[in-house]
């Protein structure tokens, strides 16, 4: 069974604290991506990998980190979490084609 | 500008009844790929359906289809027969870019409320 897996489910964090998210997939897919989802804006895109090492800017990178330094890992760094961060957070994955990007279960993350 | 558009921000649908979701799409690339994703109040992203640029036929997934129209740049998906679980958001994406490095991008998707 195909897996994304996202390190946490719910996170509350003080405004100024770097904050890691953590996403691993088992699936051996070269790309991976984070979005936020917010009411009425659908899903943003933040940053994607195609390859370890490799990072490319999606529609929102401002405020934003990645780290991709084993194939299975894609980490989104908050370096200094500030209130407009507070989202719901989602990773996925996919092959190196047109096919389908699983997710993982999401990180609802609070800045406070 | 926007890539993805769903004018749709929700729906109401009887039990039983077809109803289509609409999505128009941006690109100037030749090749894309079309998706069609359902998150239910679970919050679970669901894989639906999937079309191609160069798919000459509409893709059809048991209830779900994906009627393409590519000069209008338009990929609505169609569910047949509506059932009460299929109330959920809605969200159509695109993947576009150079082979192995390709971005996916979503709409601000529907929400599809059935009603009995």
């Known amino acids: 069974d195909v897996k994304v897996t996202q390190s946490s489910r719910y996170l509350v964090k003080r405004t100024g604290e770097k904050v890691f998210l953590e996403c691993v997939q088992d699936m051996d897919h070269e790309n991976m991506f984070w979005y936020r989802q917010d009411p009425g804006l659908g899903l943003r895109l933040i940053y994607f990998s195609y390859d370890v090492k490799m990072k490319e800017k999606g529609d929102i990178p401002e405020g934003y980190s990645v780290s991709r330094e084993k194939k299975e890992r894609f980490s989104l760094i908050l370096e200094s979490a500030s209130t407009n961060q507070t989202s719901m957070y989602l990773c996925?994955?996919?092959?190196?084609?047109?096919?389908?990007?699983?997710f993982g279960q999401g990180t609802r993350l609070t800045v406070v | 500008a926007q890539k993805i558009t769903q004018t749709q921000p929700g729906m109401f649908v009887q039990e039983k009844e077809a109803v289509t979701l609409d999505c128009t799409y941006d690109t100037s690339d030749q090749s894309y790929g079309l998706f069609w994703y359902k998150q239910p109040s679970s919050g679970e992203m669901i894989f639906l359906i999937y079309q191609g640029s160069y798919d000459e036929q509409n893709a059809t997934e048991g209830r779900y289809s994906l009627n393409f129209q590519k000069a209008r740049k338009s990929a609505n998906l169609v569910i047949s027969a509506s059932q009460l679980g299929d109330s959920a958001m809605y969200f159509c994406?695109?993947?576009?870019?150079?082979?192995?490095?390709?971005?996916?991008?979503f709409g601000t998707g529907t929400r599809l409320t059935i009603i009995p």
């Open positions: 994406a695109m993947r576009e870019g150079d082979f192995g490095n390709e971005k996916l991008t």
């Open positions: 996925a994955s996919s092959l190196r084609d047109r096919s389908e990007a699983f």
